[in-house]
């Protein structure tokens, strides 16, 4: 079975931090999917980094090739209406959500996957809603 990897799994693969190599290792024996919205947040996050003076934009360009390429023919989940739709339920129903991640537990929901992610709060809520929860 397929895994719904969160935006937090991609940049952690594609951006050395202290969860890379426990991410790399994971994804190498793990058989994944991701939503056009994850790849949306993930260049919103690096484009974040550069405007906080975090992360060159040179080096954000080259983070955005690394992850088209890793990308190559990989299957993605288009998001649909039916998902922002349940996104909003899920963040009225839960404080600790925030609307990005909702998103995401949304889409796992719909296509009934388990959610790979390294957020904390998002895990809870997504246990809570329901969803088997992975952390690398």
Same mark, same amino acid.
């Given at each position: ?14 951006? =050395? ?28 996050? %690096? ?5 906080? +003076? ?7 360009? +080259? ?8 990308? +190559? ?6 998001? %649909? ?23 995401? %537990?949304?889409?796992? %929901?719909?296509?009934?996957?388990? =959610? ?21």
């Amino acid at each position: 079975m397929k895994t719904y990897l969160d935006t937090s799994i991609l940049v952690s693969a594609i951006h =050395l931090d202290d969860h890379s190599s426990r991410v790399t290792a994971w994804l190498a024996s793990t058989d994944v999917i991701w939503s056009r919205w994850a790849l949306t947040e993930i260049s919103s996050a %690096l484009a974040v980094q550069v405007r906080m +003076g975090r992360l060159a934009d040179k080096a954000r360009r +080259g983070l955005e090739i690394r992850l088209d390429a890793w990308l +190559g023919g990989r299957e993605v989940i288009d998001v %649909l209406n039916e998902d922002v739709v349940l996104a909003r339920d899920l963040v009225r129903g839960d404080v600790r959500l925030r609307a990005p991640d909702a998103l995401h %537990l949304a889409i796992a %929901l719909r296509e009934g996957l388990p =959610l790979a992610t390294l957020d904390r709060d998002m895990a809870a809520a997504a246990r809570d809603a329901g969803l088997v929860v992975l952390t690398p």
